[in-house]
């Protein structure tokens, strides 16, 4: 049974998405949710819109980042007319029944498809890691076409397409309304583009239901995101959440088929990589029942440092990677 909102945004009409390749099936939805409700705060004070129970698949629908404020015909001298109080409209919340604070909440990606357009752009004074080198602001925008797998940024130059979220999180044990432009350890805009298809994002969870929003997706982007966007763009996405009960952890982690990884966020990107690095330890220790000397040495063999979010302040989010394949033989 579908329940929820079914109407289909204007933007993402079935003949304007671009498939994603899913890693395997994709189960039907259970509910549908479109774009008719976004929000762009984080905090409990903001009610759900969706009720689910744990195993759940929704689809979901997105905004891009401006909410509608750009479009493929806009121009570089449109970005001086942003509303920034607009920005990352995000779905949901989504109430995860039984989810309670110091559960964890497992978030599958099973497909992820593209609107059928995208933007980039880069301004002065904007979040970019070199904004302060830049005089003018600067937009890019791409028409996409079903079935398509890559970008060309100019001629010459293609790019492929890797759809996710930049934002990924649940509601923070607060009635301030939080600016969902740094990443948390509600997760957030994280900004991490290995959060895709196929993954399985986990969130600790601060409130009853989790309050879980999805939005701000991106076509295509660079570890670090360094001028401050992405190709933003409208999407359609199905997902599957689950509760974790008897695990806790103080930050976002996630797991592919072939590696598994943890989250850091902090001031400094120094100490957001101490973090992550921490939190790797703590996994190794935990469930693969190693010494925390021996995880820091194989930490650093097999262990891959990320920069996710680099110009987002006032927090830096680093991620390490360590691959499944090397305790296939332990196991």
Request: hydrophobic share 40%.
């Amino acid at each position: 049974m579908i329940i929820g909102c079914t109407t289909v945004p204007d933007e993402m009409t079935q003949s304007s998405m671009v498939p994603e390749t899913s890693v395997a099936t994709t189960p039907e939805p259970d509910f549908v949710l479109d774009t008719s409700n976004t929000h762009n705060k984080f905090s409990r004070a903001i009610p759900p819109v969706l009720r689910v129970p744990p195993g759940a698949v929704v689809e979901l629908f997105t905004k891009e980042a401006t909410d509608g404020q750009l479009n493929v015909n806009s121009t570089a001298a449109d970005l001086a007319k942003l509303d920034f109080n607009l920005i990352h409209p995000l779905t949901g919340p989504i109430h995860v029944e039984g989810a309670m604070p110091g559960d964890v909440l497992a978030v599958t990606f099973h497909e992820i498809e593209l609107g059928n357009w995208g933007w980039n752009a880069h301004r002065p004074g904007g979040s970019g890691l070199l904004a302060d080198d830049f005089h003018e602001p600067y937009l890019k925008t791409w028409s996409f076409s079903p079935g398509q797998t890559h970008v060309e940024f100019e001629p010459g130059i293609s790019i492929p397409l890797q759809p996710f979220p930049g934002v990924v999180g649940v509601a923070p044990d607060t009635d301030e309304m939080l600016s969902t432009i740094p990443p948390r350890a509600n997760g957030g805009n994280m900004d991490n583009k290995y959060i895709g298809v196929g993954t399985t994002v986990y969130l600790p969870v601060f409130v009853e239901g989790a309050l879980l929003s999805i939005g701000d997706t991106h076509a295509v982007q660079g570890d670090g995101e360094i001028c401050g966007t992405a190709i933003e763009a409208p999407m359609r996405i199905v997902l599957e959440v689950h509760v974790v009960k008897g695990k806790s952890i103080l930050e976002p982690q996630y797991e592919t088929d072939d590696y598994y990884a943890v989250t850091g966020f902090a001031e400094t990107i120094h100490e957001a990589a101490r973090k992550a690095s921490r939190y790797m330890l703590d996994y190794l220790e935990n469930e693969h029942g190693m010494a925390r000397e021996d995880a820091y040495a194989l930490a650093s063999l097999a262990g891959d440092l990320k920069i996710s979010e680099a110009v987002d302040m006032p927090h830096y989010l680093v991620s390490m990677h360590i691959p499944k394949e090397i305790f296939k033989k332990r196991q």
